[in-house]
């Protein structure tokens, strides 16, 4: 079985009801993370934490200093799980995460968080660019409602259509429960 490292996307405050950028149910997103999570955790495997932090003391949310930023209890790191601050949508970019994948020996990523059609999708083509097999999990994944020419898009359509996308070519799409059952058959 190939070495593989469960990474976890921006799941902070800011997306969860009173913060800045609520999405769509981000708890239930949350709590499919955390039994990724438990199970990495549990196997003593690579777990990457990824934290937004717009650069921008301004900025919409995920401004620095504030709560929003903070990772989400759900799946808060513990002491010696890594955790890696991006500024960009992409989780590779201008980060430690692709040298430290490396380090462990990563064949396959294992991805999840927020937000399906932003960082999510950046960082599973990202992976998929250098080198990686992916695995992005569905249902620890969410998006919020968008526009488009004056139509409301629903947050479940805009999440489909992402995960339509990306199972396409670039990942296999699974939700939580599938992952793990496959996964702890050896």
């Known amino acids: 079985m190939e070495k593989t490292a469960l990474i976890l996307v ?17 708890d239930k997103a949350a709590a499919n993370a ?9 196997k003593n495997m690579p777990t990457f934490h ?7 003391p301004n900025a919409p949310f ?12 759900t799946v808060a790191p513990l002491e010696g799980e890594t ?7 992409n989780s590779f970019r201008e980060t430690t995460l692709l040298n430290q994948l490396q380090e462990v020996g ?5 991805v999840c968080g927020m937000m399906s059609h932003m960082c999510i999708d950046a960082t599973a083509r990202a992976a998929v660019d250098n080198g990686f097999q992916c695995t ?24 489909d259509a992402f995960m339509a996308a990306l199972g396409s070519l670039y990942a296999t799409i699974e939700t939580a429960d599938s992952f793990l059952e496959n996964a702890t058959v050896k």
């Open 10 to 26: 921006d799941i902070q405050n800011d997306y969860f009801p009173n913060g800045r950028m609520e999405l769509h149910e981000p």
């Open 34 to 42: 955390r039994k990724l999570l438990d199970f990495y955790r549990s």
């Open 50 to 56: 990824i934290q937004h932090i717009f650069n921008d």
């Open 62 to 73: 995920f401004a620095p200093g504030t709560e929003g930023i903070i990772i989400n209890e």
């Open 83 to 89: 955790v890696i601050q991006k500024n960009y949508p």
């Open 106 to 110: 990563t064949e396959h990523v294992v």
């Open 136 to 159: 992005v999990i569905e249902d620890a994944c969410t998006s919020p409602d968008l526009s488009f020419r004056g139509r409301n898009i629903p947050a479940t359509d805009v999440h």
